[in-house]
């Protein structure tokens, strides 16, 4: 009796499975027959059930972007179009939207010049995925065994010497690859960065709605979040300025 249970269990479990995965492909598929049509607001309800049943994608982020902007809602758009960016950094349809969205937004900040080396290792770990620095890291761990191996059993020293300067060489590729893999997954993980979604917004001195009005931001700008407290978030914005703004204002990537 408890074995027929148990399996009567699984059996509904994967059933059930099953079934989750044909509706978000059915809605996915209708989401796409919507957009295809003309039917953006359509196509965004199913692309959101599908979020809603827990499921994500770099397409299912970029899809719903573009239903957002076709709507001309540009905060919602930018929004998705910088979650799909943290799956797939690289992608270039989802960065040439992104930058045509952000041209309709009214705020125009001038970022703080970035340190030219902290530039480039962010452009070389976004040239791909945090799955394919993982698969790298394996791969140079890998050779390590494999060279070091070579070192130890080797009987000719030229066999050893290849065998040592390759472990070494493996190992600096190990390491480079391991922190982009992390530093990857960890943009990924870490919510610290938000859209503005009301049409415009006062940042305030202060945590309190009777503060000091600092300035004011518009549907679609960036920000990185810095601190909490209660109902109330600091924020920083691309040239440096930080003030307070109300959580129901934006939305975290």
């Given at each position: 009796?408890?074995?027929f249970l148990i399996y009567t269990i699984?059996?509904?479990?994967?059933?059930?499975?099953?079934?989750?995965?044909?509706?978000?492909?059915?809605?996915?598929?209708?989401?796409?027959?919507?957009?295809?049509?003309?039917?953006?607001?359509?196509?965004?309800?199913?692309?959101?059930?599908?979020?809603?049943?827990?499921?994500?994608?770099?397409?299912?982020?970029?899809?719903?972007?573009?239903?957002?902007?076709?709507m001309e809602n540009i905060g919602k758009?930018?929004?998705?179009?910088?979650k799909a960016l943290r799956i797939a950094?690289?992608?270039?349809?989802?960065?040439?939207?992104?930058?045509?969205?952000?041209?309709?937004?009214?705020?125009?900040?001038?970022?703080?010049?970035?340190?030219?080396?902290?530039?480039?290792?962010?452009?070389?770990?976004?040239?791909?995925?945090?799955?394919?620095?993982?698969?790298?890291?394996?791969?140079?761990?890998?050779?390590?065994?494999?060279?070091?191996?070579?070192?130890?059993?080797?009987?000719?020293?030229?066999?050893?010497?290849?065998?040592?300067?390759?472990?070494?060489?493996?190992?600096?590729?190990?390491?480079?690859?391991?922190?982009?893999?992390?530093?990857?997954?960890?943009?990924?993980?870490?919510?610290?960065?938000?859209?503005?979604?009301?049409?415009?917004?006062?940042?305030?001195?202060?945590?309190?709605?009777?503060?000091?009005?600092?300035?004011?931001?518009?549907?679609?700008?960036?920000?990185?979040?810095?601190?909490?407290?209660?109902?109330?978030?600091?924020?920083?914005?691309?040239?440096?300025?930080?003030?307070?703004?109300?959580?129901?204002?934006?939305?975290?990537?």
């Amino acid at each position: 009796m408890k074995r027929f249970l148990i399996y009567t269990i699984l059996l509904f479990a994967s059933v059930s499975a099953t079934m989750a995965q044909q509706t978000s492909t059915e809605r996915w598929e209708m989401g796409n027959k919507a957009y295809m049509e003309g039917a953006y607001d359509k196509a965004i309800e199913e692309y959101c059930a599908i979020l809603e049943g827990g499921e994500y994608s770099m397409e299912l982020y970029y899809n719903l972007a573009n239903a957002y902007f076709k709507m001309e809602n540009i905060g919602k758009a930018i929004l998705y179009y910088n979650k799909a960016l943290r799956i797939a950094p690289s992608q270039e349809d989802v960065l040439h939207n992104l930058a045509i969205a952000e041209t309709r937004t009214k705020d125009k900040i001038t970022a703080v010049p970035e340190f030219f080396l902290h530039r480039w290792m962010r452009v070389v770990r976004n040239s791909v995925s945090c799955n394919a620095w993982g698969a790298l890291s394996v791969l140079f761990f890998a050779l390590i065994l494999t060279f070091v191996l070579l070192f130890l059993l080797a009987s000719r020293l030229g066999v050893r010497k290849a065998g040592f300067y390759g472990a070494l060489c493996s190992l600096l590729l190990f390491v480079a690859t391991t922190a982009f893999a992390i530093s990857s997954r960890n943009d990924i993980l870490t919510e610290d960065e938000a859209i503005v979604m009301s049409s415009a917004i006062s940042v305030k001195s202060s945590p309190d709605r009777s503060a000091t009005d600092l300035f004011v931001l518009h549907e679609g700008t960036k920000l990185r979040i810095v601190a909490e407290f209660d109902e109330w978030i600091e924020v920083v914005i691309a040239d440096g300025k930080k003030g307070w703004t109300e959580r129901k204002n934006i939305e975290t990537i």
